[in-house]
């Protein structure tokens, strides 16, 4: 039995959310893969942030996060990226999101910067607002089950807005 990933554990969080490919490991399509892999790049570039220090924190920053802030940067870093890691690293950038603290994290990012950059950049630039909703409500589950106190998620998940 392998550990389940840090966005695994995170997804679990929302049972009801349909996945975007099977826990079997049938990808369907390549665009279920790459929209599978955007959605993850997601969840760890957003509990990736430094939600104590860095210029995103400031409350008048967190009020337009989800509807302003983190969708800009993902699509402006989109279009200029052709690469995942130059995609990373300029999202990251700009949101003051340093290397993942976890290991697990790291490596989970590092796997998924080696996937197919083309399909997973496509996704990102042409279905984020639906790909931003399911990671925001992937987030406020996380944050609503730490707030109850489930060691589930304490251990994959830090403090940041939901």
Known sequence: M???TPTQVWRATVPELPPLVDEAGDTGTTTAR???TAERL????H????????????PKHRKTYW????????????YRADTLDRWWSEVAGQLGAPAPR?????LELATLLREPAVPVITVLRDSLPALLLRVRIIAEAVAAQRMNGSSATDAAGPDGPA
């Open 42 to 45: 997601l969840l760890l570039l």
């Open 67 to 78: 509807d302003e802030l983190l969708p800009g940067r993902v699509r402006r870093a989109a």
């Open 47 to 58: 509990y990736s942030i430094d939600w104590e220090s860095s210029w995103v924190a400031d």
């Open 102 to 106: 976890h290991r697990d994290r790291r």
């Open 2 to 4: 392998t550990t389940p």
């Open 34 to 36: 790459a929209a599978d």
